[in-house]
């Protein structure tokens, strides 16, 4: 899908403990934020300018920044979500009322837009948001509390309910998890 005034979105790299993320955003707000590693479904970079003084990338990546550090668990920045189908914008939108900390199921949020029966294709369009952490497609959990797929990578995912304290940081034992080095506590193991 094209965006009618701007049809290339410009982009910036920026670090976060799980490693470096691609920010891409339009005139309408930021339509993207990746990990660049180990994740499914990356779009074609090349061609889009690089352009780190972008105010909205600016704004993301000090976001994001804020988020990784304990500092923020809210994003205030303007989405351009419609480089997808009406349907898959409907979960981006569904996704978006998740609140920090919590977590929902599959079939929860297939009920919340209507579609109960829609299951395998609320997965698919969550597996396509194209705005990782902000669009928090990681609060998506399976019926019985299992960490089902993440395009990111599912140490990625529990690393973000970790931060988000939707999870416990201890192992079933209740010892805690090794290797909690410089990243800070309960990031990428």
Same mark, same amino acid.
């Given at each position: 899908?094209?965006?009618? #005034? #701007? &049809?290339? $979105?410009? =982009? @910036?790299?920026?670090?976060?403990? /799980?490693? $470096?993320?691609? /920010? &891409?955003?339009?005139?309408?707000? /930021? =339509?993207?934020?990746?990990?660049?590693?180990?994740?499914?479904? /990356?779009?074609?970079?090349?061609?889009?300018?690089?352009?780190?003084?972008? $105010?909205?990338?600016? &704004?993301? @990546?000090?976001?994001?920044?804020?988020?990784?550090?304990?500092?923020?668990? @809210?994003?205030?920045?303007?989405?351009?979500?419609?480089?997808?189908? &009406?349907?898959?914008?409907?979960?981006?939108?569904?996704l978006l009322a998740i609140p920090t900390g919590g977590t929902t199921s599959y079939g929860a949020l297939s009920r919340q837009i209507g579609k109960p029966q829609a299951m395998r294709a609320v997965g698919a369009a969550i597996g396509r948001n194209p705005v990782s952490i902000i669009v928090p497609c990681h609060r998506v959990i399976g019926a019985d509390g299992s960490l089902t797929g993440y395009a990111g990578g599912m140490a990625r995912k529990t690393a973000l309910l970790r931060l988000e304290g939707a999870m416990p940081a201890a192992g079933p034992a209740g010892v805690l998890l090794a290797g909690t080095g410089s990243a800070g506590p309960g990031l990428l193991q």
């Amino acid at each position: 899908m094209t965006h009618p #005034h #701007h &049809a290339t $979105p410009v =982009c @910036a790299t920026t670090p976060s403990p /799980l490693g $470096p993320m691609m /920010l &891409a955003a339009t005139e309408r707000g /930021l =339509c993207g934020l990746w990990f660049t590693e180990g994740q499914k479904y /990356l779009p074609m970079f090349s061609g889009w300018t690089q352009e780190p003084g972008h $105010p909205v990338l600016r &704004a993301a @990546a000090l976001q994001v920044e804020q988020y990784f550090a304990g500092q923020r668990s @809210a994003f205030e920045l303007p989405l351009d979500l419609q480089g997808g189908t &009406a349907f898959q914008q409907s979960v981006w939108q569904a996704l978006l009322a998740i609140p920090t900390g919590g977590t929902t199921s599959y079939g929860a949020l297939s009920r919340q837009i209507g579609k109960p029966q829609a299951m395998r294709a609320v997965g698919a369009a969550i597996g396509r948001n194209p705005v990782s952490i902000i669009v928090p497609c990681h609060r998506v959990i399976g019926a019985d509390g299992s960490l089902t797929g993440y395009a990111g990578g599912m140490a990625r995912k529990t690393a973000l309910l970790r931060l988000e304290g939707a999870m416990p940081a201890a192992g079933p034992a209740g010892v805690l998890l090794a290797g909690t080095g410089s990243a800070g506590p309960g990031l990428l193991q």
